[in-house]
């Protein structure tokens, strides 16, 4: 079968000024779909009224409920003209893609002790009369440790009342029923809140997938529905805060609905944060490691040791002997010929880790480690559970073992709780600079239900149902509370987590780790709970904040501010010490005062002290100084992807693009010839995709532009690329 296959032959370096022959960048591609946001509610009649003048296009959704607005499809250049036609419209997105982000977890974050807490009505902590909304693939309402909690839900994809997993042969997905587990399993598998009621809501179809107009229309009806919390394990790559998932769940929140979205799997660089975990009055959460064995290998020869990344569904990596490490290729079963009792080294690409294990496995193999064939690690889950060990490890990491293949590998196990995983997106958010995420919770090797069975998986999806369930906890014993109140009491009371001795920064765990049976017992509460102070703007920046404190206990409570420790170009003011009765609140005003000469970093962020009387409550705070000059796109890079016929590149933003493209030049006349991707609104950070082979151009040697445009400045790669048929 012959195949395109994408050849790099010479690379410049990055460029920034102009050439002496010029590749003009050519015009984007324009979007046919998009989300208007109206200032205010309009009727579906006013709304025909306003796009009647436009013939080539057609309304597709109403919504009123998440956002005031609509969608439409039809000529990219009438909805722009639509755009300017009225002083109501706020604003108009493309329709984004969004995707799903993939016992003892329970235990960690309280939710054991918490079964010895009683409600007003003196039942016990289960999450009863609490509903929650699972905005995802589906559930299977069939499984025996789900359908006594499921209570309906709806079908956005398919627009009919059956929120069924999907059961396409190849397409199918388990997805929203493992969230659904770790919210409310009651059966074989206890759930963080065993007894709440779970409404599902398909938002993605087959293969995990979906765009803006389903997920709103899921938080739309969610809302109809009045659910108490709403739980998103999907998302996209984009870090903006006015994204319209990300308004819609402000909107949620303010209608009275606890929302919880994951923060995504881009980790664990900075500004890797995605939409909708970007959403200012969401409870974003990130993914904490509960208690792992961790497995390293070592090799005679190299003197550190490499940590492996199990995949989930993984055996465990125990090992009683050394054993020979062989080079297994792609993991073809071609490749796999004398493999019989020895650790297999496999190159990632061409099969899904799913076929390269079960060729291994097949041939006889004790153990796997598939390394990356771009730069960087990698996070993944098996399809079904296997009973040999599986981990991944670095490109770097691989090549280095490749050349010690055919020696004695040994695997040295140590133990690991409470660390942030690797791959849990990282803030802040770009434009507001808030820290993102809010919390962190258990979200590897997180062990749920799934259509026919069990299966651990890991993510950020998996650590978000940990916070949706522990509001369902918190909701059942204060059901008086706000959501405000609720994401309260998880931050103050969260435990910040420790790597080497050195706290994580803020925007990569928010508040810290959920201590649910903490939450649920907190009587005082201080909002915001997380502080932004914003963007340098004048010399001798005075920034303001306000943190609302309340008394909920049966007696007078004394508030003080610890001094924070010094930093240069920092001045803090405090409010003096002040008393609470029970039932009172108050509203505290903070000072910061920057002397920009002074300071070192470019963010800075850190936790401000209260003494709540004998109880210590920290509020996360960040400051940005200045956007640094950076180069708007580094680290171009190409390679097979996991299924045969993908390939996969990767490409770093630093500071997002406005427009990105890859745009592919005649090199003999520099004609421009089309584009191999494009995009617009990009995220800060790793940008990561795959293109089937049908979607390369003829074969031929092409001059590819790289390029991202940002603020009125456009930085770009420059490489020759050798596109040529080969039989593989």
């Not at 079908?155 to 997805?175: C, F, I, Q, S, Y």
């Not at 080497?500 to 990569?508: A, I």
């Not at 909002?527 to 340098?536: A, D, I, M, Q, V």
Request: proline share 6%; aromatic share 6%.
């Amino acid at each position: 079968m012959k195949k395109w296959t994408l050849l790099f032959v010479l690379v410049f370096s990055l460029q920034t000024a102009t050439s002496a022959r010029s590749l003009d960048t050519p015009p984007m591609p324009k979007e046919r779909i998009a989300i208007v946001v109206l200032e205010e509610p309009q009727s579906p009649q006013d709304i025909e009224q306003l796009i009647k003048p436009y013939k080539d296009i057609h309304l597709r959704h109403v919504f009123q409920e998440a956002i005031y607005g609509f969608s439409v499809e039809g000529n990219p250049e009438s909805i722009e003209k639509l755009a300017e036609a009225s002083k109501q419209i706020i604003s108009v997105s493309p329709v984004n893609q969004y995707k799903v982000q993939a016992e003892e977890s329970v235990k960690i974050i309280g939710g054991e002790e918490i079964r010895g807490l009683f409600d007003k009505k003196n039942r016990r902590l289960t999450g009863k009369g609490i509903t929650v909304g699972v905005i995802d693939t589906g559930v299977d309402y069939t499984h025996p440790d789900l359908r006594r909690n499921f209570a309906g839900g709806r079908d956005l994809v398919d627009n009919d009342a059956d929120p069924m997993e999907t059961k396409t042969l190849g397409r199918a997905t388990v997805h929203g029923t493992h969230v659904a587990g770790i919210i409310a399993a009651n059966g074989k598998l206890k759930g963080v809140a065993p007894e709440a009621k779970i409404v599902a809501y398909r938002a993605l179809g087959p293969g995990g997938g979906g765009t803006t107009e389903n997920v709103l229309a899921a938080i739309e009806q969610a809302i109809k529905d009045k659910v108490d919390i709403m739980n998103l394990s999907l998302g996209n790559d984009i870090n903006g805060p006015d994204l319209p998932i990300s308004l819609a769940l402000n909107r949620a929140v303010d209608k009275g609905i606890v929302a919880v979205a994951a923060s995504g799997n881009s980790g664990p660089n900075i500004w890797t944060v995605g939409s909708p975990g970007t959403a200012s009055k969401a409870i974003s959460v990130g993914a904490s490691t509960p208690t792992l064995e961790v497995p390293h290998i070592l090799i005679e020869g190299i003197r550190d040791k490499i940590k492996i990344q199990p995949l989930a569904g993984s055996s465990n990596w125990a090992m009683d002997r050394s054993l020979p490490i062989v080079d297994g290729g792609l993991g073809t079963k071609a490749e796999l010929k004398d493999v019989m009792g020895k650790i297999v080294l496999i190159k990632r690409g061409k099969l899904t880790f799913t076929e390269k294990v079960k060729n291994a496995r097949e041939a006889g193999a004790k153990a796997v480690v598939i390394y990356n064939n771009l730069s960087g690690g990698f996070m993944g889950n098996l399809e079904t559970q296997v009973d040999i060990p599986v981990g991944s490890i670095t490109k770097k990491e691989g090549e280095v073992l490749k050349n010690k293949t055919n020696t004695l590998a040994r695997i040295d196990v140590t133990e690991e709780k409470d660390l942030l995983a690797d791959f849990s997106s990282r803030g802040p958010v770009t434009d507001t600079w808030e820290v993102k995420p809010d919390i962190v919770a258990p979200g590897v090797a997180i062990n749920s239900t799934i259509p026919g069975g069990y299966l651990s998986l890991q993510g950020t999806s998996m650590a978000a149902p940990h916070v949706a369930g522990a509001c369902a906890l918190i909701k059942q014993a204060h059901p008086e509370w706000t959501p405000d109140q609720i994401k309260a009491a998880l931050m103050n009371t969260a435990k910040p987590l420790v790597k080497n001795g050195k706290p994580y920064r803020t925007y990569e765990q928010g508040a810290g780790r959920i201590q649910v049976n903490e939450a649920v017992k907190a009587t005082s509460l201080v909002s915001p709970s997380s502080l932004r102070f914003g963007k340098f703007e004048s010399e001798g920046d005075t920034h303001k904040a306000f943190l609302h404190v309340e008394n909920l206990s049966e007696k007078p409570v004394r508030y003080t501010f610890d001094i924070p420790k010094h930093a240069d170009g920092l001045e803090w003011h405090f409010p003096l010490a002040f008393t609470l009765q029970p039932g009172e609140t108050r509203d505290a005003k903070l000072e910061l005062k920057v002397n920009p000469v002074e300071l070192k970093g470019k963010i800075h962020d850190g936790y401000l002290t209260i003494q709540a009387g004998a109880n210590s409550i920290q509020i996360p705070y960040i400051y940005v100084l200045e956007e640094p000059n950076y180069p708007r796109v580094m680290g171009f890079d190409f390679k097979d992807g996991d299924q045969q016929g993908t390939y996969r590149y990767e490409v770093y933003l630093p500071g997002g693009a406005e427009e990105f493209g890859i745009a592919l030049f005649n090199p003999d006349d520099f004609r421009f010839v089309g584009f191999l991707d494009s995009n617009q609104n990009v995220k800060k950070g790793l940008v990561s995709k795959v293109i089937t082979a049908e979607n390369l151009p003829p074969e031929g040697t092409y001059l590819a532009k790289v390029f991202a445009k940002k603020a009125g400045k456009e930085d770009f790669i420059e490489t020759m690329l050798v596109i040529g048929s080969a039989v593989r």
